[in-house]
């Protein structure tokens, strides 16, 4: 898939309807030992250059005093670029109420939306997705009532149980024995590309994991950056979402962090819960 390429609803969601898959080289754990070298004596140099700046830095705001107001407007600069402040936390508490595990109540405003899209690209991109039951619930949860039912046939197609299986699951979204699939997100950050009272189309960039931690697993667990975009509407006191589409990146370089064990990944994914995102 190239860059700039979109999944629409039907066409599938990170992890799945691109999937990677990565054959081991030699038998044993995939991901142990998995790491690009060359770069460990010139990453210490980085780091250490990187520490003196971040003090330089801190001395220097300290000193600044006074009252920036500055620093709290939320406002764009120019109308189409955010401001550094405009993604910092806005104090706003993130929603508590929730339906089906998902959260819901939005506030009726460009943040709301923004909360909605981010939250909703949690689950749309998830390992829920692909199992039929949890589907359906967050279809229903997430979906506009007029869109639910069309969704959700178009995702029984999609996620078929052929489909189901290349990933190495049953037709109820199951890995194996001794394997566990995993497909999580984690939003970086949101864009408001269009929003009346009534409608908003929200751009959330994120990374996330998936793939299946097994010893024996030829589709070992792997990163990805990609943009979803959600177009909501403002609908029985809520944001609720008519379409959404997925785009690659943007993508930063790769790290040389050493990949982690099967089970090192399994049971993180087991032990580290998920958010609630506010803006």
């Known amino acids: 898939m190239s860059s700039g390429d979109e ?30 070298g060359g770069r460990s004596s010139s990453r210490s140099l ?5 520490v003196v700046v971040l003090l330089i830095a801190a001395i220097a705001f300290a000193n600044r005093g006074g009252n920036d107001s500055s620093a709290n407007d939320t406002t764009t600069s120019n109308g189409s670029k955010p401001d550094a402040a405009s993604t910092a936390a806005s104090g706003t508490k993130p929603v508590e109420a929730k339906a089906g595990g998902i959260p819901a109540g939005f506030a009726h405003d460009q943040q709301g939306a923004q909360s909605a899209a981010t939250n909703y690209a949690t689950v749309l991109v998830s390992a829920d997705i692909l199992k039929p039951t949890r589907r359906t619930e967050i279809v229903r949860q ?123 990944m399994a049971k993180a994914v087991q032990e580290y819960g998920g958010f609630t995102y506010a803006r």
């Open 142 to 264: 997430v979906f506009a009532a007029d869109k639910q039912s069309a969704l959700e046939n178009s995702l029984d197609q999609a996620y078929s149980k052929e489909f189901l299986s290349k990933l190495g699951l049953d037709g109820n979204g199951e890995a194996s024995a001794g394997n566990t699939y995993i497909s999580r997100t984690v939003p970086i950050g949101t864009k408001v590309s269009n929003y009346s009272g009534t409608a908003a189309a929200v751009e959330v960039w994120c990374t996330g994991l998936y793939g299946t931690a097994g010893t024996v697993s030829t589709n070992p667990v792997t990163s990805d950056w990609f943009t979803l975009t959600l177009h909501l509407r403002w609908t029985d006191g809520d944001w609720k979402a008519d379409s959404f589409s997925q785009k690659d990146g943007p993508a930063p370089v790769p790290g040389d962090n050493k990949a982690s064990t099967a089970d090192e």
């Open 7 to 36: 999944h629409e609803t039907s066409g599938g969601y990170g992890g799945t309807g691109q999937t990677r898959t990565r054959y081991p080289q030699n038998a044993g754990d995939v991901y142990g030992g998995a790491r690009r």
């Open 46 to 50: 980085v780091t250490v250059v990187g």
